[in-house]
């Protein structure tokens, strides 16, 4: 697909809540769009249902999209040419489109009260008629015309007068011609005075320039209502592009009351890398360059972008993909950087309240121990934890003490004897030495002659590669251990 133009794309989202992982999903390709064409992409907060604002959820939005790397262009934090970018400090602006779709017969004033829709809508399911939706009672009624009716309220909301001839097939930037439902007259102005999500979306992203509307396939239906209000009032209509949605491994639309993954915070909790995340939203609607590259950066991706591959199918949301991309991507890292990874993630998580020189030094000496088998940084740490506890306060687990052979103590006499004499203490001179006092000396196989010392000093028979723990660990708090171990085998 060809474009000259730079276009404009939009993500906005709703602070009622943590951030849904839809959010980045859209916001990935939002953002991809842009850079493609030399664009800009948007981040629009959409806050106007007062009722369902939860506090926090709005930074929670910057903080997450921040770390994905895919933070807007423009914003209610960056700013812009198009702002205020926060639908409630553009309240002045709705009214007056509202007042002339209602002179120009395209609007009117409802003033049927909740009760009376109540009725309405259960007469019509009971009916099973075709044509649900409002029966257009206050259409061409003045407010003492209507007030002479049942179930009249004082406050009246706007709605717009579908036309019988409605159009309602349209272009898909993903899906080609797309046929969607009649829509009802609908709710274009509040009681309260507050813009429903129909008109404030129209208005916003004609006010901002945005040139391509990337949102789920959920909003197919309300496009013509959209593009009635383009109509209407004389702009120009932007590109619609309906991505697939998230589902669940049960086929149903992933939410956050089904699937903890559906929260946008819950990937970082876990220790899943921005860079892994990204990718696996990729893969999710997109395809791979190759089958055997499943692998791509936002650069690489930007590159070959292009809504014809976009996928039509909603994508299961499988985690085990991601789990193999973060493994990937934690490997891809040096020491270095995965020790900083490590950190950051621990005091993100709330394991650590600081984060004191020693205790990154031992991070750092021991990462390279665990790295091959890290799925996700939070599995670091619990992997480490036998350098952060005090020599005379490590915990034997029982079930690994009733494995060990019954030479168990002779080993660690031996052990302790040799150690104690090494000179040098870097791993490969405690290999060297152990192997020597326990396989030579002993003619133990190394699982016999080394389990002991390991659940010594880590106190379980499965942990990092044990001559390096012992030099990470140092001569003393290994000596140490193993003594106390000794004591009570």
């Known amino acids: 697909m060809t474009v000259t133009t730079p276009e404009r794309t939009r993500v906005a989202p709703s602070p009622t809540g943590d951030p849904h992982v839809g959010t980045a999903y859209m916001a990935l390709f939002d953002k991809a769009w842009a850079r493609k064409t030399g664009g800009a992409f948007v981040l629009r907060i959409e806050d106007t249902d007062r009722n369902r604002l939860v506090a926090g959820s709005e930074q929670q939005i910057y903080d997450s999209l921040r770390w994905l790397g895919l933070e807007a262009d423009e914003s209610p934090e960056t700013g812009g040419d198009f702002g205020p970018y926060k639908q409630s400090e553009r309240l002045e602006v709705y009214r007056p489109f509202v007042d002339r779709l209602i002179e120009a017969g395209h609007a009117y004033h409802c003033w049927c009260s909740p009760e009376r829709l109540a009725q309405m809508r259960a007469e019509q399911q009971a009916s099973k008629q075709a044509n649900t939706g409002y029966d257009r009672c206050c259409l061409g009624l003045t407010r003492d015309e209507r007030a002479k009716l049942p179930g009249f309220t004082e406050t009246p909301v706007v709605r717009m007068l579908v036309p019988d001839d409605v159009e309602l097939t349209f272009t898909d930037l993903i899906r080609g011609e797309v046929h969607a439902p009649r829509p009802d007259d609908q709710v274009i102005l509040k009681a309260d005075g507050f813009p429903t999500y129909h008109l404030a979306v129209v208005v916003d992203d004609h006010l901002m320039g945005i040139t391509t509307v990337v949102r789920g396939e959920e909003w197919i239906s309300s496009t013509p209502k959209h593009r009635l209000l383009y109509r209407w009032l004389g702009w120009d209509e932007p590109a619609y592009a309906h991505m697939p949605l998230l589902r669940n491994t049960d086929k149903s639309k992933i939410s956050k009351r089904k699937n903890p993954a559906a929260r946008l915070l819950w990937f970082r ?3 899943y890398l921005p860079e892994a995340l990204r990718n696996f939203l990729q893969l999710l609607a997109y ?20 809504w014809a591959k976009v996928s039509t199918v909603g994508p299961i949301f499988d985690t085990k993909k991601l789990d193999w991309l973060n493994g990937h991507y934690i490997r891809s890292l040096s020491d270095d950087e995965l020790a900083d990874r490590i950190v950051e993630h621990a005091l993100y998580s709330g394991r650590w309240q600081e984060a004191t020189p020693e205790r990154v030094a031992l991070v750092r000496a021991a990462t390279p121990l665990v790295a091959e088998r890290l799925v996700t940084l939070s599995d670091a740490l619990p992997k480490m934890d036998f350098l952060f506890t005090a020599d005379d306060e490590v915990v034997y687990d029982p079930a690994a003490i009733a494995k060990l052979p019954e030479q168990a103590p002779r080993v660690v006499d031996v052990a302790v004897e040799a150690l104690s ?14 192997r020597e006092a326990l396989v030579d000396g002993l003619g133990l196989k190394p699982k016999f002659a080394f389990g002991p010392v390991r659940v010594g000093v880590t106190g379980a028979l499965v942990s990092p590669p044990l001559f390096e723990s012992l030099e990470v660990l140092g001569r003393d708090a290994s000596l140490a251990r193993l003594r106390r171990f000794r004591a009570t085998i």
């Open 269 to 271: 909790e876990q220790g």
């Open 287 to 306: 395809p791979p360059a190759s089958d055997d590259q499943e692998v791509a950066s936002f650069d690489e991706f930007v590159a070959d972008f292009d």
């Open 421 to 434: 004499g090494l000179g040098e203490w870097t791993q490969p001179a405690i290999e060297a030495c152990l």
